[in-house]
C-alpha cells in the first residue's frame, strides 16, 4: 500500500492569491493524481502528475491556473493560482505502487477562497 | 469514453436493515471497479475492490458488491447496516493497471442509517 501526507489540511485564503497544496508518498510512486471535490459532488481528475516531464491535465483545468510539480518519485505540489471563490473545495492527490491496481488517496486539502 | 453511474443521489434505511446501492459504468472492456466510502469531512476509504474472477467480492465491515458484466453493474450491498455506516459513498471505475489508475467516479449516493 501506499501512505499519501498532504499538507495543509485546510486553508483559508484572500481571492486572487495563491495556494500552494503538498503531497508526500511514504514510497516512490510512479504517477500522482490530483483530484478536486466540491461539496457534496463527486471528485473530478484534475491532472495526473509523473516525475519529470509536465503534468497532462484533464479537460477544464490548466497549468497556469492549476501548476503541479512533480520533482521525485514521492512528492508533488499542487499550486492554485489567481484563486476564487469558485476554486473552495477540497483538494486530493493520489497514486498507486507500480504493479497494483489499488487506488490510495490523501486525506485531502479543503481550500475555502474568501 | 467511460461512465460510472449511481441512480441514487441519497438512500435512507433503518438500523439492522439490508442495503443496495447500485452502480452501472460504461467502459468498451472490463473496468477495475471500486467502492469508496466518504465519512464527514473525511478523506476517502476503499471498501472493496473487483479485478476479476468471482463476481461476488467481499470488502471491510462487512461490505460486498457483485461484478455483472451482462449488466455493466457493480451494487454494493450490506445484510444489516449500523448507524455508523451513514456516510457517502461513491462506485468507481480504473481502465489502466501499472501505477497509472485514473479513476472515474459516480456521483455519489448519500446513505442516513436511521437509529
Known amino acids: 500500500s501506499v501512505l499519501l501526507y498532504q499538507k495543509p489540511n485546510r486553508d483559508i485564503c484572500q481571492s486572487g492569491t495563491s495556494l500552494k497544496i503538498q503531497c508526500v508518498a511514504d514510497?516512490?510512486?510512479?504517477?500522482m493524481f490530483w483530484y478536486q471535490q466540491f461539496q457534496e459532488q463527486s471528485l473530478m481528475l484534475m491532472a495526473t502528475?509523473?516525475?519529470?516531464?509536465?503534468?497532462?491535465?484533464e479537460s477544464g483545468f490548466t497549468k497556469d491556473k492549476f501548476p503541479i510539480s512533480r520533482p521525485n518519485l514521492t512528492f508533488s505540489t499542487l499550486t492554485v493560482n489567481n484563486a476564487r471563490p469558485g476554486d473552495s473545495s477540497i483538494y486530493f492527490c493520489?497514486?498507486?505502487?507500480?504493479?497494483?491496481?489499488?487506488?490510495?488517496f490523501g486525506k485531502g486539502t479543503r481550500l475555502t477562497v474568501v | 469514453a467511460q461512465s460510472v453511474t449511481q441512480p441514487d443521489a441519497r438512500v435512507t434505511v433503518s438500523e439492522g436493515a439490508s442495503l443496495q446501492l447500485r452502480c452501472k459504468y460504461s467502459y468498451s472492456a472490463t473496468p477495475y471497479l471500486f467502492w469508496y466510502v466518504q465519512y464527514p469531512r473525511q478523506g476517502l476509504q476503499l471498501l472493496l475492490k473487483y479485478y476479476s474472477g468471482d463476481p461476488v467480492v467481499q470488502g471491510v465491515n462487512s461490505f460486498e458488491a457483485e461484478f455483472s458484466k451482462s449488466n455493466s453493474s457493480f451494487h454494493l450491498q450490506k445484510a444489516s447496516v449500523h448507524w455508523s455506516d451513514s456516510a457517502v459513498y461513491f462506485c468507481?471505475?480504473?481502465?489502466?493497471?501499472?501505477?497509472?489508475?485514473?479513476?472515474?467516479f459516480g456521483q455519489g449516493t448519500v446513505l442516513s442509517v436511521i437509529p
Open positions: 493520489s497514486s498507486s505502487t507500480g504493479t497494483s491496481t489499488e487506488v490510495f
Open positions: 502528475a509523473n516525475e519529470g516531464s509536465e503534468a497532462t491535465y
Open positions: 514510497s516512490q510512486v510512479v504517477s
Open positions: 468507481a471505475l480504473s481502465m489502466a493497471t501499472g501505477g497509472n489508475n485514473k479513476l472515474t
